[in-house]
């Protein structure tokens, strides 16, 4: 027979087989992992493959996911985007933005989801315009054209930014944005100015030789410098499953980091991931943005909460939300890796 302390031996051993098994789809593994046993997530890009998702094709094509006990599936964003359907559950993770993500995180019907990594660490947008034509300041935009998408925190960022600089915002002239290629917008005269991300269209640019002057809106007011884009993470997974969100984000560390320091290789597995874009645009702009991801933070992914509380403390003096978003809403720091 056994004895108490043979029987208790064999219970700890027993439940330490058990939580093994529970969590063995999000632990580290062999090279040989068989898929059948990794733990399937889904990711919904918020647009269609760019360089802003390098270090996720990387982590699956160096394997830093299977290594985690992970196989991720990623996924074009509906028209809605990604944020309802991480919030329904129906993908574990998605892409977003901190200005898209407010009126989504407040209220009855707030979207159950939080931002659990930075993929760049500081907001690369603004204004950019044909060179010479006065535009290189936002007082410059007086007179002038505006490609606008018409959304209440976009032009309240313009007019921020105008009136600061000692322009009158109700003379820039706003027309329907119809832009789907930057260059073509600029060159056409179809538009006077855009708002781009210069990562991707202001390395375009560049490359086509196109001469333009540019303005960024963390460079007018600190206070723009939120966080574009987030990983972003359905709540229950994250309550129910931390360790496995964990393992995803460690994978993701990796891939962005190989993308920082090997930023010609990262391209070609981006572009290898989605053969319609052009290298050479990819190449430029990996080079950009491999100085962007981390930029001088030594945590990959942080997400800082005075920047990030000061742009929706912003939002809730303007009165650009329908709640005020109390503060360190929104966004988690406790999933990632050191």
Request: hydrophobic letters at 40%.
């Amino acid at each position: 027979m056994f004895n108490n302390r043979r029987i208790k031996a064999l219970v700890l051993v027993l439940v330490m087989m058990i939580n093994c098994l529970a969590f063995a789809g999000c632990s580290k593994k062999d090279s040989d992992l068989n898929s059948d046993k990794a733990r399937k997530l889904t990711l919904v890009l918020d647009w269609t493959p760019n360089t802003n998702h390098t270090g996720i094709y990387v982590a699956m094509e160096k394997g830093y996911f299977a290594e985690e006990g992970i196989e991720v599936s990623v996924v074009q964003p509906p028209e809605g985007g990604a944020e309802v359907l991480v919030a329904s559950g129906k993908a574990e993770f998605g892409i977003s933005f901190q200005d898209t993500m407010a009126p989504a995180i407040i209220g009855e019907e707030a979207l159950d989801i939080t931002a659990v990594a930075a993929l760049v660490q500081h907001n690369t947008s603004g204004i950019i315009s044909r060179k010479g034509e006065g535009m290189d300041r936002p007082r410059g935009m007086e007179g002038k054209s505006y490609s606008t998408w018409n959304g209440s925190i976009e032009i309240a960022m313009l007019d921020n930014v105008v009136t600061a600089d000692g322009g009158d915002f109700s003379k820039v002239e706003l027309i329907p944005s119809t832009v789907t290629d930057e260059v073509s917008a600029l060159t056409t005269k179809s538009t006077d100015s855009i708002w781009i991300f210069y990562g991707w269209a202001g390395v375009k640019m560049e490359l086509e030789g196109i001469e333009t002057d540019y303005f960024a809106f963390k460079d007018i007011n600190p206070v723009f410098d939120y966080y574009s884009p987030v990983v972003i993470a359905n709540n229950d997974f994250l309550a129910e499953e931390s360790e496995c969100a964990k393992g995803f984000l460690r994978a993701l560390k990796k891939g962005y980091e190989y993308a920082i320091d090997n930023p010609e290789e990262a391209a070609k597995i981006l572009c290898d991931n989605a053969s319609e874009l052009d290298y050479d645009l990819v190449v430029a702009s990996q080079k950009y943005l491999a100085k962007e991801y981390k930029a001088e933070v030594e945590q990959w992914g942080y997400i800082d909460p005075v920047r990030w509380n000061g742009f929706y403390n912003w939002l809730n003096d303007e009165g650009l939300v329908e709640e005020a978003i109390p503060e360190n809403t929104g966004f988690s720091n406790e999933y990632l890796s050191e």
